[in-house]
């Protein structure tokens, strides 16, 4: 009886403790302590040598760089970098789309070549000049005076070749290979409509198959593919070489996955170069940016050797310059194919509506 | 008349709120679909309607959502008698813990019930991986919380006389459930299970991850239409399809929520100890309980699998920022962003909720005013009803200029929050408020109190545990909330959950363990808090 009560005298002091914590750490989340040091040393030093403000950079929310260059940048050109990061490039494109009036930043990155026509159609993007020229092969075809190429990573089949090994099994090579029954029930990939690398994938089978792609995907399903959500419910799902209760040994993923999935000094999984798309993304200055001076600044920077090489670790894709250094796993392991299937932007942009309910018909059948 | 004027000056705070950050913002991106090239063109947004497709996913969202409520409902009863009235070993605790999977991200949750029910998983020969039956079972973990909850402290204050007497009468256990008990609780009922068909009718990640791309909701089409096709005019249309569809579920809700006379006594009835003839509620009970937990459990042996083996590795790392830079902020310091921002949160909704429960439960004098009040009861719900992507790009292009230019400020994001949370805490708060009877305020006041000393007297006695609960469920739904947070949250400060979708989505062995530890500790912070809530409204039980 007595501990018991201990016990609740204990748990009561530990709740109001926990209670009065957090009631402390908080009051209107502008946390006006430790971690705003940011925002203090913003207002403080926002008096800048060359030039002044802040450049706010519209972006997905996969966007990344090291902290020390987001520093050196403020260093070099004396613009201060606000990331809005938020949402996949879709909703990206669309809230770029959306707010082309009043833009919500000065530059936009990560509008990639599936989704250029959107936003260049809304004219959401300023002509722009950048002071180095990426190499022509990333150029848009449409929209190259407003939108410059960053980085670029294709997207191929993967194989777990340890499985392969093990099973005695040759891995497959091509598209056409998927759908032979030897391979049945081997694949999963991330679905056109809800996933950036599985609509890069159905792109491939339609750059491959041109309007026989339905046919195509019939016998993949046939042949018992896996169609999941997203990218990582494949790859950590049901990937062998990326869950340990994974089934299936072929996913949709990228040229640089195999730098990931080191063991020792060899890798354990394989990117099928001939099954590839390439998706290139891109920035640009916003029309009615605020600071149109800080976001050509910004994508210059974008394009600087230690920004190009910092790509690879930050947001695993491939610098466009050739410049660049590549980390050691990466030039080692990961291997970009030669000749990535291609779709021009407005083909995608004017079919993708069709594209998209016709898939999702094909597969839920 | 006046008395009509004094209520709308009442509620003119709240409707000042929910228009702007609501009305005005749906009203806006729904018009984009409307106005096509400068031309209003109704016409064409209603011939969306006819499309095959449509039909296909508004009859799949009512149907699914339907399963899912009914079979929340009958699950969540008995558990939230076994808690709320039966004198458990541990059921503080248990009651904090059944709150997790509100919170937890869907796409972690995701992720575990995939585990389980995939090819490989323990559960993989049934065959659900994909199915109907996964979506169903997901929405029912995430949402019996709310049953359990919100009926349990309808329950817990419910008189126990009248089914005594009814016992001492003959009536068996089964009549006095159904002649008095249910009827008594029929309110509480009816809001949990609105609540929770509007949650389910609107759940995106989970349905994404559970059914694979062959299903769609609603709400997945709207997101799906907006961002990947960007037919903003069928996006408009599924809009307003889903606005008719909730005001009419809520017109519904609100007459069957109706009872004759809502003033019962309450008295917190004394848990009693459990009896043998309580074998079926327990049972259920250790059922409902298992299934919870199973996903749960799932999650935290991931989070201590390091490579082959076992360890701390994942909780470990996560003050760093993860493998190859996954995220620009540690999770450690995505936590307090939570914290502070679920108090900032909870504050507000429990103010806005608390006003509106007031308003909508006072006795009305008048058929019109009596009108007025169910009208604004129904216009505070539809937060929960209306599409988290409408509502986040609304935000973008109408709360974008002064005087209203919210578009940057840090409040935004828990004041979405506040908005996700406030039906709960109306609908928590509105069957206790209601059920108090008038006559005891007029009694207050006929003894000389003034109106804020009768509400001290006679409501704060009454309604101060419920407001406890539901500013705990205020809290949780902060922490967890992903869909508007996601949209607004800016990256320098980013939420636990934000945190948890990135790091699921980056590359990199640790980055996968480190997501499914940073969820375990969300699960745990939630149910620390969720048990403070608990434990210290106990003290004040005597006091009243």
Redesign the interface.
């Known amino acids: 009886m007595k501990s018991a009560r201990k016990h609740v005298v204990l748990t009561t002091s530990l709740a109001a403790a926990l209670t009065a914590m957090t009631l402390a750490s908080c009051s209107l989340t502008s946390s006006p302590d430790k971690d705003s040091g940011k925002a203090t040393d913003r207002e403080t030093t926002s008096s800048p040598s060359q030039a002044g403000g802040t450049v706010v950079l519209a972006s997905h929310e996969s966007f990344s760089l090291p902290d020390t260059l987001i520093k050196q940048f403020k260093e070099d050109t004396g613009y201060d970098l606000e990331v809005r990061a938020a949402g996949d490039a879709g909703t990206l494109a669309t809230k770029l789309s959306l707010t082309a009036n009043n833009p919500i930043g000065d530059a936009a990155f990560g509008i990639d070549n599936t989704f250029a026509s959107r936003p260049l159609g809304e004219d959401v993007f300023a002509p722009f000049t950048p002071a180095t020229t990426p190499p022509a092969e990333y150029a848009l075809d449409e929209g190259a005076d407003r939108l410059v190429p960053i980085d670029a990573a294709s997207v191929c089949v993967n194989v777990d070749t340890a499985w392969f090994k093990a099973e005695k099994l040759d891995p497959p090579k091509t598209l056409a290979d998927l759908t032979d029954p030897a391979y049945k029930g081997l694949f999963v990939t991330p679905g056109a409509s809800t996933s950036s690398p599985g609509m890069a994938f159905f792109l491939a089978t339609v750059a491959e198959y041109g309007d026989d792609w339905e046919s195509y995907w019939t016998g993949l399903l046939d042949n018992d593919t896996l169609v999941v959500d997203g990218w990582e419910d494949a790859y950590y799902g049901d990937f062998t070489a990326g869950s340990k209760t994974g089934k299936r040994p072929i996913v949709v993923s990228y040229d640089s996955s195999p730098a990931f999935t080191v063991k020792g000094d060899a890798t354990t999984t394989a990117a099928l170069l001939d099954t590839c798309f390439r998706q290139v993304e891109y920035a640009g200055v916003l029309e009615g940016a605020k600071n149109p001076a800080g976001a050509e600044a910004l994508i210059d920077w974008m394009l600087s050797d230690s920004v190009q090489s910092a790509l690879p670790e930050s947001m695993y894709v491939f610098p466009v310059m050739e410049s660049a250094t590549i980390p050691k796993d990466w030039a080692k392991f990961a291997v970009r194919p030669t000749a990535p299937y291609e779709v021009p932007s407005e083909e995608i942009a004017a079919n993708r509506e069709k594209w998209l309910t016709d898939w999702t018909d094909v597969i839920s059948r | 008349m006046r008395r009509i004027a004094g209520l709308l000056l009442l509620a003119l705070g709240p409707v000042l709120v929910l228009g702007v950050l609501f009305v005005l913002p749906v009203t806006g991106m729904v018009s984009?679909g409307f106005w096509v090239d400068d031309r209003f063109a109704p016409g064409e947004v209603l011939q969306v309607l006819a499309r095959p497709?449509v039909h296909r996913i508004a009859w799949f969202t009512l149907w699914s959502s339907g399963i899912a409520t009914l079979v929340a409902i009958t699950l969540g009863l008995p558990v939230a008698y076994a808690l709320h009235r039966l004198a458990l070993p541990g059921r503080t605790t248990l009651r904090a813990a059944m709150l997790v999977p509100f919170v937890l991200p869907t796409?972690v949750v995701?992720?575990a019930f995939?585990?389980l029910l995939?090819?490989?998983?323990p559960l993989g020969f049934l065959g659900l991986d994909?199915s109907p039956v996964a979506i169903v079972a997901g929405m029912v973990f995430f949402n019996v919380a709310v049953v359990i909850r919100a009926v349990g402290a309808a329950w817990e204050s419910l008189d126990p006389r009248p089914g005594e007497a009814a016992a001492a009468l003959g009536a068996s256990p089964i009549q006095v459930l159904r002649t008095v008990t249910l009827p008594a609780l029929r309110p509480a009922i009816i809001g949990a299970a609105s609540v929770v068909f509007l949650f389910c009718a609107t759940a995106f990640g989970i349905v994404?991850?559970l059914?694979?791309?062959?299903y769609?909701t609603i709400e997945t089409e709207i997101y799906?239409l907006?961002?990947?096709?960007?037919?903003l005019q069928a996006a408009a249309a599924l809009s307003v399809l889903q606005i008719v569809v909730v005001v009419l579920l809520l017109a519904l809700s609100a007459r069957l929520r109706h009872v004759p006379d809502p003033t019962a006594h309450r008295v917190v009835a004394r848990p009693r100890a459990v009896r043998l003839a309580d074998w079926p509620v327990m049972t259920a009970t250790v059922l409902v309980l298992s299934f919870v937990a199973l996903p749960i459990l799932t999650l935290v042996a991931g989070s201590f699998?390091v490579g082959e083996g076992w360890g701390w590795g994942n909780y470990r790392a996560l003050t760093t920022t993860g493998d190859?830079?996954?995220?620009?902020?540690p999770v450690t310091?995505a936590l307090?962003?939570s914290?502070?921002?679920?108090?900032?949160a909870t504050w507000m909704a429990l103010a806005l909720g608390l006003m509106v429960s007031v308003i909508v439960t006072r006795r009305s004098q008048s058929i019109s005013e009596r009108r007025v009040r169910s009208l604004l009861d129904g216009f505070f719900m539809l937060p929960l009803g209306v599409s988290a992507v409408t509502l986040g790009?609304g935000f973008?292009?109408t709360l974008?200029?002064p005087p209203l230019d919210l578009?940057?400020s840090?409040?935004l994001?828990?004041m979405a929050q506040a908005l996700v949370a406030l039906p709960l805490i109306v609908r928590t708060l509105t069957p206790v408020l209601g059920g108090i009877d008038d006559r005891q305020r007029q009694a207050a006041a006929s003894l000389g109190a003034s109106p804020w000393r009768a509400m001290l007297t006679v409501d704060l006695p009454v309604v101060w545990k419920p407001m406890l609960a539901a500013s705990g469920f205020a809290f949780a739904v902060s922490l967890g909330e992903f869909g508007a947070t996601?949209?607004?949250?800016?990256?320098?400060q980013p939420t636990l959950p934000i945190v948890i979708?990135?790091l699921?989505?980056?590359?990199?062995?640790m980055n996968?363990g480190m997501a499914l530890a940073a969820s375990v500790v969300l699960a745990t912070a939630t149910a620390?808090?969720m048990?403070?809530?608990?434990?210290?409204r106990?003290?004040s039980v005597g006091a009243f």
């Open positions: 984009q497709r796409v995701g992720v995939r585990t995939g090819e490989g998983g994909g994404l991850t059914g694979g791309v062959r769609g799906f907006t961002t990947t096709i960007f037919d699998q190859n830079q996954a995220l620009l902020v310091a307090l962003t914290l502070r921002t679920a108090v900032d790009f973008l292009i974008d200029s578009r940057d840090p409040l994001v828990p996601s949209f607004l949250a800016r990256d320098d979708y990135r699921i989505g980056h590359p990199g062995e996968f620390c808090v048990v403070a809530v608990e434990r210290l106990v003290p």
